[in-house]
């Protein structure tokens, strides 16, 4: 990956994938306090907009400096409304995971789908990063349809620790063509 990265990563019709900005911040910080985000990424869940705006920034810097994780805002096309946000995190010395994350009032939409193969898509075409995982419970269907939709194989199954507790855990992976 070259540094810095641009402010817009990639676009589709409805989906823009893009820097984050401040004015985001509110919406990003509602999305953190949803039930949804509550209970499947309890990590993401921020405590005030002060704190929110503060991590929009610190991730802004990563897509600048190649720190990690890189994290790029999910919006809409059309208004450039924020909906979610997609992400690469190093997973071990090797690897890295893709994470994805929209908000209650936007799912059921095909968004996450979208974001999950667009972002796949532009992360895996520079030739550096060969190989994508996604990790996900057993028990989020949604999440599960986005990574296979985007062309992730299911490599395993199991129980492991997760935010505290144990659950069933699939392990996706999709490689550079």
Same mark, same amino acid.
């Given at each position: 990956?070259?540094? &810095? %990265? &641009?402010?817009?990563?990639?676009?589709? +019709?409805?989906?823009?994938?893009?820097?984050?900005?401040?004015?985001?911040? &509110?919406?990003?910080?509602?999305?953190?306090?949803?039930?949804? *985000?509550?209970?499947?990424?309890?990590?993401?869940?921020? +405590?005030?907009?002060?704190?929110?705006?503060?991590?929009?920034?610190? %991730?802004?810097?990563?897509?600048? *400096?190649?720190?990690?994780?890189?994290?790029?805002?999910?919006?809409?096309?059309?208004? +450039?409304?924020?909906?979610?946000?997609?992400?690469?995190?190093?997973?071990?010395?090797?690897?890295?995971?893709?994470?994805?994350?929209?908000? #209650?009032?936007?799912?059921?939409?095909?968004?996450?789908?979208?974001?999950?193969? %667009?972002? *796949?898509?532009?992360?895996?075409? +520079?030739?550096?990063?060969?190989? %994508?995982?996604?990790?996900?419970?057993?028990?989020? &269907?949604?999440?599960?349809?986005?990574? #296979?939709?985007?062309?992730?194989?299911?490599?395993?199954?199991? #129980?492991?620790?997760?935010?505290?507790?144990?659950?069933?855990?699939?392990?996706?992976?999709?490689?550079?063509?």
């Amino acid at each position: 990956m070259k540094f &810095p %990265l &641009p402010d817009l990563l990639c676009k589709n +019709d409805q989906l823009v994938i893009r820097r984050f900005l401040p004015a985001d911040a &509110p919406l990003i910080f509602a999305y953190s306090q949803e039930e949804c *985000t509550r209970r499947e990424l309890p990590d993401e869940v921020f +405590d005030s907009l002060e704190e929110t705006a503060e991590i929009i920034d610190g %991730l802004n810097q990563n897509s600048k *400096t190649g720190e990690w994780p890189i994290v790029y805002c999910v919006a809409l096309s059309g208004n +450039d409304t924020p909906i979610g946000h997609v992400s690469l995190s190093p997973i071990g010395e090797e690897a890295i995971e893709i994470g994805y994350s929209i908000g #209650e009032a936007w799912q059921g939409k095909g968004y996450g789908c979208q974001a999950t193969a %667009l972002f *796949t898509q532009w992360a895996l075409t +520079d030739g550096e990063i060969k190989k %994508l995982y996604g990790i996900v419970k057993e028990s989020n &269907p949604a999440s599960i349809r986005c990574l #296979e939709k985007a062309g992730y194989r299911m490599t395993a199954a199991e #129980e492991r620790d997760c935010f505290g507790s144990r659950y069933l855990i699939r392990e996706y992976v999709r490689e550079a063509e």
